[in-house]
């Protein structure tokens, strides 16, 4: 059974800052690796999809990496804002099936 | 800009009571899936259509929660009857599923959520 998790479950960093988010699951037959962000009472919005046969994908300043044969995956957030502030969740899809299995989270807050 | 609506986004209801909460997917997608997220759990896949036919739903309580795509516009999940343990926030995820070159591109869209509370 797929196994997701994120480290750390809650980080606060000045803004400015660049941070890491880990991501690791137990099974390495996936088919992609999502990233989410979750603002308090809403639901989630992906922010980067990357496939299986990829090693990263970005969008603006936002990185994020996949090493499949090691299980990890970062999400790498460079020059945070305050408007970052969110709950940024991982999903992986396995090799068959859209069932996407989720990690904790992890509970980023960046202060002005 | 298209966009996944659920509805009600909250609902307060007596153990033992039905309730019903509803999806629009995103006009085009061919794939719709329910979530339930608690602070236990994390977030859960219940149950997910594609082109209307349910593909999964090992995830669902099958002795009361029922799903169920009437039609392309419209995903149904229904509990009956309801109890405390079923207080969650319920989501709605609606993705286009395309087989290109012989692989799947997916991104899941999800609604704003159905906050519900069982007493």
């Known amino acids: 059974k797929q196994e997701v998790t994120q480290i750390p479950a809650a980080l606060s960093v000045p803004e400015g800052e660049n941070l890491v988010l880990n991501c690791s699951f137990t099974d390495s037959a996936i088919y992609n690796l999502q990233w989410f962000r979750q603002d308090p009472g809403k639901g989630l919005t992906s922010l980067l999809l990357i496939q299986s046969s990829q090693r990263e994908q970005t969008s603006g300043r936002l990185n994020a990496s996949l090493d499949k044969s090691s299980g990890r995956s970062t999400l790498y957030i460079a020059a945070s804002q305050p408007g970052d502030s969110a709950t940024y969740l991982c999903?992986?899809?396995?090799?068959?099936?859209?069932?996407?299995?989720f990690g904790e989270g992890t509970q980023l807050t960046v202060n002005p | 800009d298209a966009r996944v609506t659920q509805t009600p986004r909250h609902k307060v209801t007596e153990m033992g009571q039905e309730v019903t909460m509803r999806c629009q997917p995103i006009?085009?997608?061919?794939?719709v899936f329910w979530y339930r997220q608690t602070m236990m759990q994390g977030l859960e896949l219940l149950a997910y259509f594609r082109n209307r036919a349910p593909l999964d739903d090992s995830g669902m309580p099958k002795d009361r929660f029922s799903a169920e795509m009437p039609d392309a516009t419209l995903a149904t999940l229904k509990i009956q009857p309801s109890e405390p343990r079923d207080s969650a926030v319920y989501f709605c995820?609606?993705?286009?599923?395309?087989?290109?070159?012989?692989?799947?591109?997916?991104?899941?869209?999800f609604g704003p959520g159905t906050r519900l509370t069982v007493l």
């Open positions: 999903a992986v899809r396995p090799t068959s099936g859209s069932r996407l299995t």
């Open positions: 995820a609606s993705g286009l599923v395309l087989f290109r070159e012989g692989r799947a591109t997916d991104t899941q869209y």
């Open positions: 006009l085009g997608h061919n794939t």
